[in-house]
């Protein structure tokens, strides 16, 4: 851990937060969560989540759907302020498929006091409001492998905040 991943630190607790996805368990997954919290899937048209309740009604839908669910993280940053930038991969598989499903996301999540308070999950790395409108402006590349996430980092705002939390490789725990 680094000096700046002390044990509740935003990008300890995000860290944290992808592990307890990737577990399957349900339980872990929510204990991130508090009573005010809102996880936004609205990017992804599957709505806005306010509350224990409706969050963990949707990771289960979600997640359950699938027979095998992996989430893997690949890159979080910490963007100041108790908000954090993940990156991930799901790959998931459902009963009678041959085909995974494979989808990479970003997710910036607001913490306060060690909850996440909002994670707004976009569905790739350059589809924040503001990074978008950003890349537009400066004509840089979507080809180029790591300037769309630069882009995305530096054209963040708290408007944008929100996230997802890890690698399981069975069906999650009921």
């Given at each position: 851990?680094?000096?700046?991943?002390?044990?509740?630190s935003p990008l300890e607790l995000t860290r944290r937060s992808f592990e307890a996805a990737n577990s399957g368990?349900?339980?872990?997954?929510?204990?991130?969560?508090?009573?005010?919290?809102?996880?936004?899937?609205?990017?992804?048209?599957?709505?806005?989540?306010?509350?224990?309740?409706?969050?963990?009604?949707?990771?289960?839908?979600?997640?359950?759907?699938?027979?095998?669910?992996?989430?893997?993280?690949?890159?979080?940053?910490?963007?100041?302020?108790?908000?954090?930038?993940?990156?991930?991969?799901?790959?998931?598989?459902?009963?009678?498929s041959r085909t995974p499903l494979r989808l990479q996301h970003a997710a910036i999540t607001v913490w306060s006091?060690?909850?996440?308070?909002?994670?707004?999950?976009?569905?790739?790395?350059?589809?924040?409001?503001?990074?978008?409108?950003?890349?537009?402006?400066?004509?840089?590349?979507?080809?180029?492998?790591?300037?769309?996430?630069?882009?995305?980092?530096?054209g963040a705002t708290p408007d944008d905040r929100g996230s997802v939390g890890g690698s399981a490789r069975r069906?999650?725990?009921?």
């Amino acid at each position: 851990m680094s000096r700046n991943d002390t044990p509740d630190s935003p990008l300890e607790l995000t860290r944290r937060s992808f592990e307890a996805a990737n577990s399957g368990d349900y339980g872990r997954m929510m204990s991130f969560y508090g009573p005010e919290s809102v996880f936004d899937m609205g990017d992804w048209g599957l709505g806005v989540h306010s509350g224990p309740v409706a969050i963990r009604t949707f990771f289960e839908a979600w997640i359950g759907a699938f027979d095998e669910f992996e989430m893997t993280l690949e890159e979080m940053h910490d963007l100041g302020g108790g908000v954090t930038l993940a990156v991930a991969r799901q790959r998931a598989l459902a009963a009678r498929s041959r085909t995974p499903l494979r989808l990479q996301h970003a997710a910036i999540t607001v913490w306060s006091d060690g909850v996440a308070v909002r994670v707004t999950n976009y569905r790739g790395l350059a589809r924040s409001p503001t990074a978008s409108a950003k890349a537009r402006t400066t004509g840089e590349s979507r080809s180029a492998s790591r300037r769309p996430l630069r882009r995305w980092i530096s054209g963040a705002t708290p408007d944008d905040r929100g996230s997802v939390g890890g690698s399981a490789r069975r069906r999650p725990s009921r």
